[in-house]
């Protein structure tokens, strides 16, 4: 999620899977769901390798996507900090393509 100050200026901006801050001089990516929300490139790996790979996230099915604000009827993976926030497969796999597209991630989508 993105923190911002009274004025409307951006104060930080955080992954709402795993609270780290994205440092804006830094290399790493995040990828950026409806309202604001955000999935750094770390927790997107450690998503699609249990939803994706090895199929898990079941047990979160139908409930409410963080990223995309929608009920899903797809495996969801859980924040392992914020039991409340999920991903569903859609958004994972969208977030995998976006980012192999863009090169200067250097991400690589993760496999068993
Ligand atoms: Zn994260
Ligand atoms: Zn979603």
Known sequence: MHETRPDGTLL???CDFCGKEWDPHGTD???????GSLICTRCLSIAYLDVSVHRGGFEHQGSK???C???RDQPQWQSPVNEANR?????IKQGATAL???EESGWKRPSA
Not at 87 to 91: A, E, K, N, T, Y
């Open 12 to 14: 930080r901006s955080t």
């Open 29 to 35: 990516l995040m990828i950026e769901g409806h309202q």
């Open 65 to 67: 996507c963080t990223m």
């Open 69 to 71: 604000i929608e009920e």
């Open 87 to 91: 991903v569903c497969l859609r958004c």
């Open 100 to 102: 192999e597209k863009d």
